[in-house]
């Protein structure tokens, strides 16, 4: 594979250009372009620039509204709606999280329910800036089917990550982002396009059988749920919290709705926040900080979000897919 350095801020810059060319206006490119760069700078490829071509199919089908203003409505006194006007989820977090985190504050447990909105982003810049403003996180979102339900060999479920996020004052939150498939479907496709196999279990082909092509998982065949029934459960779960509960469609119904115009389709996203500190008192951290420690003391152990983290730190440019940033330069007839 070919690859371009390119900075963190010539990755924003690239992403920012796209999206103004086909229909964002300076709000909605700022806040998607940011969500990008920091996917790339963590290390989540398959969400930063891969994404970028689905995001610009989606703005010039007119599916989403690359202007669009959400809108915060107060449900009850621990519950939050944001209907998002077809708009992209960061511009719908960017006016639902402080709202939610406002909320969570004064009640000690509150819930974001949002609908009309196109989520295709990592999940976990959302439960990370729950868990900095010392409040523990809990997001999850369903798609368009993917994944077939344990025992079946038909997609029913989205790929359905669910997030969850720690705060730790001081210190770097604890944050888990992760697919109840075996494997994100972006992830899927980032093997397919750079020829490497994929572990058995993650997927079906067109006839039923495990494969470890990705091509023929992402052409015709179907994800399988993580740890069986165990992780098929978890992904009922999601169509649940982010569908029925928040009054959006579940991923068959989703799919029905949808343009297919390869970029994320309509749908809605469940958000839960807690305080630690009205609900267990004074001593939360210190509590919680022993048991980190704990499990960092045995050996091989890392928390959760460390390696994110530690990929941060670093300020240097970023290698890029060079057919990728060729085929994002078409989108805006530009070059960087």
């Known amino acids: 594979m070919s690859t371009i350095s390119i900075s963190l801020d010539e990755i924003y810059d690239l992403a920012k250009k796209t999206l103004l060319f086909n229909g964002c206006d300076e709000d909605n490119a700022n806040i998607l372009s940011d969500t990008?760069?920091?996917?790339?700078?963590?290390?989540?490829?398959?969400?930063?620039?891969?994404?970028?071509?689905?995001y610009v199919a989606a703005l010039k089908s007119k599916k989403v509204n690359g202007k669009a203003r959400p809108e915060v409505k107060k449900i009850s006194p621990s519950v939050i709606k944001v209907l998002g006007n077809s708009a992209?989820?960061?511009?719908?977090?960017?006016?639902?999280?402080?709202?939610?985190i406002k909320l969570t504050k004064e009640t000690g447990v509150a819930v974001l329910a949002i609908t009309n909105s196109h989520h295709m982003a990592a999940m976990w810049p959302e439960t990370e800036a729950i868990a900095e403003?010392?409040?523990?996180?809990?997001?999850?979102?369903?798609?368009?089917?993917?994944?077939?339900?344990?025992?079946?060999?038909k997609a029913l479920f989205g790929t359905n990550p669910i997030s969850f996020a720690w705060p730790r004052p001081g210190k770097t939150p604890v944050v888990y982002d992760m697919a109840t498939a075996a494997m994100a479907m972006g992830e899927?496709?980032?093997?397919?396009?750079?020829?490497?196999?994929?572990?058995l279990?993650?997927?079906?082909?067109?006839?039923?059988?495990?494969?470890?092509?990705?091509?023929?998982?992402?052409?015709g065949g179907v994800l399988l749920p993580f740890g069986g029934h165990k992780?098929?459960?978890i992904a009922m779960m999601v169509e649940l919290l982010a569908g029925?509960?928040?009054?959006?469609t579940f991923s068959y119904e989703t799919a029905a709705k949808d343009n297919n115009d390869g970029g994320p389709p309509r749908g809605g996203e469940f958000i839960l926040a807690i305080s630690p500190e009205k609900i267990a008192g004074l001593d939360w951290e210190k509590h919680s900080d022993e048991f980190f420690k704990k499990m960092q003391s045995m050996n091989g152990v890392r928390l959760p979000g460390e390696r994110r983290h530690k990929n941060r730190l670093d300020k240097g440019p970023r290698k890029i897919n060079k057919e990728?940033?060729?085929k994002i330069k078409k989108l805006f007839k530009g070059s960087i």
């Open 36 to 54: 990008i760069m920091r996917a790339e700078r963590d290390g989540s490829l398959s969400h930063g620039l891969f994404r970028l071509p689905a």
């Open 88 to 100: 992209f989820a960061p511009m719908v977090l960017k006016v639902g999280l402080p709202e939610l």
């Open 133 to 153: 403003a010392g409040l523990v996180g809990f997001a999850c979102t369903s798609y368009k089917p993917m994944v077939a339900p344990a025992g079946a060999k």
């Open 188 to 199: 899927v496709m980032v093997a397919a396009r750079d020829g490497h196999k994929v572990p």
């Open 201 to 219: 279990g993650t997927g079906l082909n067109k006839d039923g059988k495990e494969t470890t092509d990705p091509k023929e998982i992402s052409k």
């Open 231 to 233: 992780g098929s459960a």
């Open 244 to 248: 029925a509960l928040v009054g959006e």
């Open 324 to 326: 990728l940033i060729e």
